[in-house]
Every structure is written in C-alpha cells, then in structure tokens.
C-alpha cells in the first residue's frame, strides 16, 4: 500500500462547479502538505502550501487539513476550463530540505 | 523571474546508451531535488542536494542512476546503460529554505525515452 493515497478519476466537472480533491496517507510523520497542478507535458506547479492542521485559502483555493484523519482537500470554486489539468497532493515530514512524497495525480476536466 | 530549467527537453536513447540530463536550479536556490515521474503516476523522490552535498540519495533505483552538483548551483543526473524501465520523466526541483519558505519549485521535466 501506497503511503499517499489519491483517486485517479478522471473526473468531470460543468463550468461553473465546486471540484472536491482529496488525498488520504498513512505516516502520521507527514507536517507539510502541498497541492500541485501539473498541466499535460509540463512540470508540477505549485498551488497551495499548509503546515500541520487547519484551512487555507488562496482566491478560488481552499485547501484542508486534517491530521486527526490523515485526509487532506482541495476545493476549488467557480471552476474554469482553465482548470483542467491533472492535481497532485504532497507531503513531506520536514519543511526544509525534506523529499516529498506524491499521490498518482487526479485528472480533473472542467467543461463548457 | 526565471525559474527552473531543465534540458534536454526530449531525449531518446538506445537501451545500453549513457545520457546526462541537465538541470539550472533558480538562482541563490540552496536544495535541488530529483524525481521521476512515469505515465500516469505522481512523481517519486531520487535525491536531494543542500549545496553541492548530496544529503539524500535513497531514491535511485540503481548503481547506474549518479546525480552531481560540484558547484552548488547546476546539477546533472546521469543514466548509464539506460534500460526500457528507465523510461520516464525526469524533473528537478529547487528551494530556498529560508525563514518558513521550504515551497518545491519544479522545472518543465526531460522525458526520456529509451527504445
């Protein structure tokens, strides 16, 4: 078993949608969590950052944690076709100079 | 500003070739990081450099995966006697580590292909 888990859809969403992501782990270890967007043939970039529990949001962003559950989210509002792109969940157990460890991606497709 | 870069962009190579793939960090970045990412997976941790120490390198698969990064800056990851498995991209990260900033900025990938 994977230490982070993540569906891969794809998942479709209209235009317009509130998009639910969602990773689950098992190292309880993990402080930092990360969310990545990574569009087709280019390098993930970085979407929101948070250490520990809590919520975090940034314009149509919201990301949550919960490490009572070892579940973290991302929610993204007023979804955009702009957004279509795969997501990727990260963790890491320090901030500095520590590997992250990814899920597989969830590929998300906002239609018009 | 200018972020990571990566090159070659492409690469295809016969199984038995050697290849170096070459990564340009953001500037005053002191952590370099390697992860290969195969079709439809999440990208997987090689090895990590603070300057030109390698810290971390748990993540290569094998004695023919070498990272180097003699001056702190550039780094270079090379693949001997590349194999079928070996198909896959390759992306480097870098990162500042100052104060609370410990964010992973990653380049565009080199997708190698070995035929």
């Known amino acids: 078993q994977k230490e982070v888990e993540q569906d891969p859809g794809p998942l479709s969403v209209p235009e317009g949608a509130i998009v639910s992501l969602n990773c689950t782990y098992s190292n309880s270890a993990f402080q930092y969590f990360m969310w990545y967007r990574q569009y087709s043939r280019k390098g993930p970039e970085l979407l929101m950052y948070t250490y520990s529990s809590g919520n975090k949001e940034d314009g149509r962003f919201t990301a949550q944690v919960d490490k009572s559950s070892k579940y973290i989210s991302l929610f993204i509002r007023d979804s955009q076709p702009s957004d279509s792109a795969t997501y990727l969940c990260?963790?890491?157990?320090?901030?500095?100079?520590?590997?992250?460890?990814f899920g597989t991606g969830t590929q998300l497709k906002v239609e018009l | 500003g200018a972020g990571v870069s990566q090159s070659p962009r492409y690469k295809v190579a016969k199984r038995g070739q050697d290849v170096a793939l070459r990564c340009d960090p953001i500037s005053g970045h002191v952590s370099l990081f390697w992860y290969q990412q195969a079709l439809g997976q999440g990208p997987e941790f090689l090895t990590y450099f603070q300057n030109e120490a390698q810290l971390d390198k748990s993540g290569l698969p094998s004695d023919r995966f070498f990272a180097e990064r003699p001056e702190g800056s550039v780094s270079t990851l090379k693949i001997q006697r590349t194999q079928q498995e070996d198909s896959a991209v390759y992306l480097c990260?870098?990162?500042?580590?100052?104060?609370?900033?410990?964010?992973?900025?990653f380049g565009p990938g080199t997708r190698l292909t070995v035929t």
């Open positions: 990260a963790m890491s157990i320090t901030g500095g100079g520590n590997k992250l460890t």
């Open positions: 990260a870098s990162s500042l580590v100052s104060g609370n900033s410990y964010e992973q900025y």
